[in-house]
């Protein structure tokens, strides 16, 4: 039930950030911290107890990055589920599709702590 609820929520921010700044996928791109703020909001009213994580994400592919391969982002949690509803920003640096909306596991590319940057430049 509670899972459903999230989502519900979920859903609702993703779709009024995707109204108010366009595209599905990249020009969600560093609204993470609005959406989380919506996000806190809207749990609260449910009385769902949550956390803001600000946390970092690192990259499949960084060869369009410039100086780290590895960029802040920032995401809910409630108990051990985890929420994200602006994660496809990041699509042109991982292989593969991301998920428009997740509630569930944490994916093993985010992390808690600031990573070491692996990027080497000449």
Same mark, same amino acid.
């Given at each position: 039930?509670?899972?459903? =609820? ?5 859903? #609702?921010?993703? /779709? ?12 969600? =791109? ?12 809207? &749990?609260?009213?449910?009385? !769902?107890?949550? +956390?803001?994580? %600000?946390?970092? *994400?690192?990259?499949? @592919? ?5 100086? +780290?391969?590895? @960029? %802040?982002?920032?995401? !809910?949690?409630? @108990?051990?589920?985890?929420? @994200?509803? /602006? &994660? /496809? =920003?990041?699509? $042109?640096?991982?292989?593969? $599709?991301?998920? +428009? *909306?997740?509630?569930?596991?944490? $994916? ?5 702590? #600031?990573?070491?940057? /692996? &990027?080497?430049?000449?």
């Amino acid at each position: 039930m509670i899972v459903q =609820q999230i989502h519900a929520i979920s859903e #609702e921010v993703r /779709t009024l950030l995707v109204a108010k700044y366009g595209s599905e996928n990249n020009d969600l =791109q560093g609204k993470c911290i609005e959406a989380a703020e919506l996000i806190s909001k809207k &749990l609260l009213k449910k009385g !769902i107890g949550h +956390r803001i994580v %600000e946390g970092w *994400i690192i990259y499949d @592919d960084a060869s369009g990055c410039s100086d +780290r391969d590895y @960029d %802040e982002h920032t995401w !809910i949690e409630v @108990d051990d589920l985890y929420v @994200d509803v /602006t &994660l /496809t =920003q990041f699509e $042109p640096f991982m292989e593969g $599709p991301l998920q +428009r *909306i997740i509630v569930g596991e944490k $994916p093993s590319f985010l992390v808690y702590e #600031e990573p070491a940057d /692996t &990027l080497e430049v000449d």
